[in-house]
């Protein structure tokens, strides 16, 4: 739990400049933190190769050997989040979903970590029940919505 605490420090700490996604930062370090007792290589900001047409730079994937295991999404939105959800939500779809259908991973993980601070009811509301879907239709094999209120 304090891994996420310290992420979560992190994100609030840079929200307001969000050059090069630091905000982010505590949540690289806590999934790496996490492989560091196994024979996993995480990569952060790492393109993969989907298809002809299709070259991804995924925030997090791990590596057994030269073996893509998983790849990890993540997003956050906070001051423009009613004008972008919709883009956000459309954009974890098809990335799930190129990934998972590339001849080169088809047995990769996905994952998908969301922050969403200070939103609105209605935009709480789409976000849960994108997840929720993510879940049921197995697009994200594994997923998470921190929701942050605005104290």
Request: glycine share 4%; charged share 30%; hydrophobic share 35%.
């Amino acid at each position: 739990m304090n891994l996420l605490n310290e992420a979560m420090k992190t994100y609030q700490n840079g929200k307001y400049n969000k050059q090069r996604n630091k905000h982010m930062d505590g949540f690289h370090i806590a999934v790496k933190d996490f492989l560091k007792t196994t024979v996993l290589k995480l990569k952060k900001d790492f393109n993969i190769k989907e298809n002809s047409y299709r070259t991804k730079n995924w925030d997090l994937s791990i590596w057994k050997g030269e073996m893509l295991k998983a790849a990890i999404e993540i997003k956050s939105l906070h001051k423009s989040a009613e004008k972008n959800i919709n883009n956000r939500i459309e954009e974890a779809a098809g990335c799930s979903l190129l990934l998972r259908n590339s001849d080169h991973y088809p047995n990769v993980k996905v994952g998908y970590l969301f922050v969403g601070d200070s939103l609105k009811k209605t935009t709480k509301k789409k976000l849960i029940d994108f997840f929720n879907d993510c879940e049921a239709n197995k697009w994200y094999d594994a997923v998470c919505c921190i929701l942050v209120e605005p104290n």
